[in-house]
């Protein structure tokens, strides 16, 4: 009877021990979504290497798409759920970012790491010296295309200084010459939509934050596309395939041969790499050129950590490994990212010369981007803009619009959109 009640007694404290250890384990969710299958799986793989030296904490690495997350997350914020930690390219998501700095083990030498970029993921609510997370990459848009086509063609690339009309141009003569399919297209996404309207000279922000969409050289750049569609130059499928706001992303049609111009990002450099090999020689453009300039919308992806997660000390550590400079280096020579992080002398892993010189067309325009496009990227509510060009251009590609109730359907959702931007 003593034996068994020993046998008992010991059974219960391993049990009230177990108990213990798995209460003391916290979980977190990780959403993260990216074109680059292989950078998906090099995240999960890092996500591993921390689990296997913090056994404390157990992370359910979660992979969507950008649709998916785009479409889902922000409402989840809104309710004070979802992942503890994602990565983001919405700023109107930073609202819901949480202040890391009183969770870090060395907040000071994150900072020093990643310098001013942490500016990105603060509000006007934000503490000056917040630290939400860190940018995971910078992006520029801009034109890729296919350098054998133009070859073949004996068409000239476009030269630094052209306009959109004149790379689109260009790109119809080499797809009459060769018979590909796609002379020219874009994601379908307000976002790759913006850089070009810059460039045209519009300016989608006012002084007081909120939004002017569309400005009259908007209105120019809109009835360019359209015309495209009509005359076959930008295939009307690209865009009116999909419905209301969902991202489309193109790049498939680029690396199978049948796009000769695909207006994209430097995040695409590496899936081309991997997926395009020496099936033919491409390369970016510089950005297009117009009355407003040469101008490349900037962009940014953050790995973004919430306020509503129960583990802020657990996802402070998990944004201090992923954001350590050994982890950003080898991210960005890996696949090729513009980090956030000051990583010096980043010795990117190329050895193809498409990719080499893509990547050196981006590092050129880097200096095009004006404070005016960088407003932009940085303003609370821009979704307002890039939704809407998305429906709306749509609807008017598949005639469900005309022109002028283009225009008027998105100066609507603007006007909605910038009341309940003065309400919050």
């Not at 949480?98 to 503490?127: C, I, Q, V, W």
């Not at 070859?151 to 119809?172: F, H, I, M, R, Y």
């Not at 953050?302 to 583990?311: C, E, I, L, S």
Request: charged share 20%; proline share 5%; glycine share 8%.
């Amino acid at each position: 009877m003593v034996r068994l009640n020993l046998v008992l007694s010991t059974l219960a404290a391993a049990s009230l021990l177990a108990g213990q250890a798995q209460a003391a384990t916290q979980n977190l969710t990780f959403w993260f979504t990216d074109d680059d299958p292989n950078y998906v799986k090099k995240m999960g793989a890092l996500v591993d290497a921390f689990e296997n030296t913090h056994p404390h904490i157990s992370v359910d690495f979660v992979t969507t798409s950008y649709a998916q997350s785009k479409e889902q997350l922000p409402l989840q914020l809104s309710v004070g759920e979802g992942p503890d930690l994602a990565k983001i390219a919405d700023n109107s998501l930073i609202a819901f970012t949480l202040d890391l700095r009183p969770y870090m083990k060395d907040p000071e030498g994150f900072t020093k790491l990643h310098g001013n970029t942490l500016s990105l993921l603060r509000d006007e609510k934000s503490a000056p010296d917040k630290i939400g997370g860190y940018v995971a990459s910078q992006t520029l848009n801009q034109p890729f295309v296919n350098v054998t086509l133009f070859e073949q063609a004996g068409v000239p690339l476009p030269k630094k200084g052209a306009t959109l009309a004149d790379v689109v141009a260009a790109s119809v003569k080499v797809a009459d010459k060769t018979g590909v399919d796609i002379p020219f297209t874009m994601d379908r996404s307000g976002h790759r939509f913006s850089g070009p309207a810059y460039s045209y000279g519009a300016n989608f922000v006012n002084d007081d934050g909120t939004f002017n969409f569309p400005d009259a050289p908007t209105k120019a750049y809109i009835k360019d596309l359209y015309n495209w569609t009509k005359t076959g130059a930008f295939p009307k499928e690209m865009w009116g395939a999909a419905g209301g706001t969902r991202y489309k992303n193109m790049g498939d049609e680029f690396i199978n041969a049948n796009v000769v111009t695909y207006f994209a990002g430097n995040w695409m450099v590496n899936p081309f790499k991997e997926k395009i090999g020496d099936a033919f020689e491409w390369t970016a453009l510089d950005a297009p050129c117009g009355d407003g300039g040469c101008i490349p919308m900037p962009g940014a992806t953050y790995m973004a950590a919430f306020k509503h997660t129960k583990h802020p000390e657990a996802v402070a550590e998990l944004i201090e490994y992923l954001g350590s400079e050994p982890v950003q280096r080898e991210l960005a020579e890996e696949f090729i990212i513009i980090p956030g992080a000051n990583v010096q002398n980043l010795n990117y892993q190329l050895e193809d010369e498409n990719a080499k010189s893509a990547m050196t067309v981006f590092a050129n325009n880097a200096s095009n981007v004006t404070e005016s496009i960088r407003r932009l990227q940085k303003a609370k509510g821009a979704n307002i803009v890039y939704d809407s060009a998305v429906q709306r251009m749509s609807q008017l590609i598949v005639g469900e619009l005309t022109l002028e109730e283009t225009y008027e359907r998105m100066a609507s959702d603007i006007a909605k959109g910038n009341a309940e931007l003065r309400k919050q």
